[in-house]
């Protein structure tokens, strides 16, 4: 395909008409409204009748310096950015809307269940009797909306340093209202790390929800072995969990693995496929006590504690996730990088509207 020009209003919907060649991959921008009358083309020598037309809008994120992922677009609902980080709500073809924040997909609606069904139950059904949770980041609400289904929840913190992340969010994804007018959460905005530091009482589980560590974004400090160690651990009364990319295993995800393993004496990663991240995805819990729980336990503590039914995870599922690739034990196995701030790793690349 033909890289494609967006704007905000030139056609009312977001975006301007591409026409984009369905053989060669040239495209012919049709702009109205900013003063180029006609049609701007662009590295196409032949006439516009000569091709198989299709109007065409897409979103490409870079994941690695030689591989992009890409998908069609309906519209664009927002595009913008906050003291902290760009945000983007794109309504897409195959996914649904997708939240898209400095560059990389957060969320999609058609899948996002995947995501946040494995970073919440497993670390809450592992705790004997969970009540009293921490959330790092999770300003879409969607971490929150999965805690709140557990029964014996009496107090959610979620702590965003973003407000306008969060106000977008609770206005947009419709989905996670409930959770932000339940009188159990408590949203605070302010840096997570801050937060905790300034708490006395201790948490059963924390969890994050946090972007991706990009160089110069609001999290990657978040990650390391002294927030984990000075921070997390004290307030925490058993159990803690956090997610990370296992497509990127070797720059990130072995090594927030074995960072953990320095601070928690038990440390249990998981993964699985989330369609519209175009990954593996990976997940890690970290406890001083033993994690370990039966496929049929499991689905007990699910049954008796959590309210509704899950769409994608159950204890044979969990068993499943946490059973790694070859590939991947071995990367984890070798690992010996710790993550600090002086030697933080970073996902590579930064997604565009382009």
């Not at 996914?95 to 969320?107: E, H, M, N, P, R």
Request: proline share 4%; glycine share 8%.
């Amino acid at each position: 395909m033909g890289s494609l020009m967006l704007s905000n209003n030139e056609n009312g919907n977001g975006f301007h008409e591409v026409y984009a060649n369905g053989n060669n991959g040239n495209c012919v921008n049709a702009n109205n409204g900013n003063g180029n009358n006609g049609l701007s083309v662009k590295n196409n020598n032949q006439s516009l009748s000569e091709h198989t037309q299709r109007r065409s809008c897409w979103y490409e994120e870079e994941i690695e310096e030689n591989l992009r992922w890409s998908f069609a677009l309906n519209s664009i609902l927002h595009t913008g950015a906050t003291q902290y980080q760009d945000i983007q709500l794109l309504d897409t073809k195959p996914f649904g809307k997708a939240l898209v924040i400095d560059g990389k997909l957060q969320s999609a609606e058609i899948d996002e269940f995947i995501y946040h069904e494995c970073l919440v139950h497993p670390p809450l059904l592992h705790h004997p009797n969970p009540k009293n949770i921490f959330i790092m980041g999770g300003g879409e609400g969607s971490t929150a909306r999965e805690i709140l289904r557990h029964k014996t929840v009496d107090k959610v913190i979620m702590c965003d340093i973003d407000e306008e992340v969060v106000d977008f969010c609770k206005s947009y994804l419709v989905v996670n209202r409930p959770a932000f007018c339940d009188p159990r959460l408590d949203l605070v905005i302010n840096d997570a790390k801050a937060e905790l530091q300034s708490r006395v009482e201790k948490f059963d589980v924390i969890i994050g929800d946090l972007a991706d560590p990009i160089e110069g974004g609001p999290c990657y400090k978040l990650y390391t072995k002294s927030f984990y160690e000075c921070i997390v651990k004290p307030r925490l009364t058993r159990d803690g969990a956090g997610p990370a990319g296992i497509f990127s295993h070797t720059e990130v995800f072995s090594c927030i693995y074995n960072t953990l393993k320095q601070v928690f004496k038990y440390v249990v990663p998981y993964s699985a496929h989330v369609p519209s991240y175009a990954d593996t995805w990976g997940w890690v819990m970290a406890s001083d006590s033993e994690i370990k729980i039966n496929a049929e336990e499991f689905d007990n503590r699910n049954k008796q504690r959590v309210n509704g039914e899950n769409r994608f995870l159950d204890g044979t599922t969990f068993l499943s996730a946490s059973t790694l690739s070859k590939a991947v034990r071995k990367s984890l196995y070798n690992e010996t990088h710790v993550y600090t701030e002086g030697s933080a790793r970073f996902i590579y690349g930064h997604g565009k509207l382009n």
